[in-house]
């Protein structure tokens, strides 16, 4: 139903920023909660920051203070503006949507309602994030 094409990855120094963006296309207008999520090898997938169809947002603990997420709605495009980046951050980068309302809480490492295997999340092919010291 919606394709999305992160980009903005790089590579950047302790206390630098970077913002990523996420090209959705496909959209026909349904609600959808927005998120970006991050992975690192031996670790699950865990939610970063999420986007509520009625605006409000949700972020991880560890990066709270420091990333926004946002849209632009004319251009079809989710962004998280990453500030103050830790070597912790390094990780690969995924935008998703899911269709419906964010859950209020995160669960599983997610805010999305969970799919049970019904191909209603929409993943991006990832960007990847670099922060050196």
């Known amino acids: 139903q919606v394709q999305l094409v992160e980009s903005g990855g790089g590579s950047v120094q302790s206390g630098g920023s970077l913002r990523l963006s996420c090209a959705a296309s496909?959209?026909?207008?349904?609600?959808?909660?927005m998120g970006w999520f991050r992975q690192v090898p031996g670790k699950e997938r865990e939610g970063v920051a999420a986007?509520?169809?009625?605006?409000?947002?949700r972020y991880a603990e560890s990066v709270k203070g420091r990333f926004t997420i946002s849209q632009d709605n004319a251009e079809n495009t989710l962004y998280l503006q990453m500030n103050s980046l830790k070597p912790e951050d390094r990780a690969m980068y995924y935008c998703?949507?899911?269709?419906?309302?964010?859950?209020?809480?995160?669960?599983?490492?997610?805010?999305?309602?969970?799919?049970?295997?019904?191909?209603?999340?929409?993943w991006g092919q990832g960007t990847q994030v670099t922060v050196s010291s």
């Open positions: 986007l509520d169809s009625d605006g409000s947002t």
């Open positions: 496909g959209s026909t207008g349904f609600t959808y909660c």
């Open positions: 998703a949507a899911a269709l419906g309302r964010c859950l209020t809480q995160s669960h599983g490492g997610s805010w999305f309602i969970p799919s049970f295997g019904v191909p209603k999340h929409h």
